[in-house]
């Protein structure tokens, strides 16, 4: 299961991917939003953890364009933000966000329980289409 984290902060995206690692995720990270498009293009992960303040792009936009591209529309995006914007949220749920995770609110053990339930559904999901 491959896992691309989108976010410039250094330092969490580092917590995150040592600890989704540990957990045994192949791990790829994008420190903006160009970075994370392109990445998503040519990694192809299952999921997609997605900062909402990136340096170059909202990360709204930035789902936006996965969610609108052929190739990358039917990867799981789960949206992270130390802001909790109700409108911002409900934006990016209703672009295709299947989660708005509080990245100040979320222990490294947490955040493994959270995609073990978001990559869970992905998998039932494509077991009940193939």
Sequence with gaps: ?????????QALATIFDSTLKT???????????????????????????????????AGND???????????KNIVIAMMSNYSDENIMKNAISLGAVDYIYKYNIEPNDLIKKVQELTKTTTDSNISTN
């Design 1 to 9: 299961m491959k896992i691309l984290i989108i976010d410039d902060d």
């Design 23 to 57: 957990a045994g995720y192949q791990v790829v990270t994008a420190s903006n939003g160009k970075e994370g498009i392109d990445k998503a293009s040519t990694e192809k992960p299952d999921l997609i953890l997605l900062d909402q303040i990136l340096p170059d792009i």
């Design 62 to 72: 930035v789902l936006r364009t996965i969610k609108a591209n052929q190739n990358t």
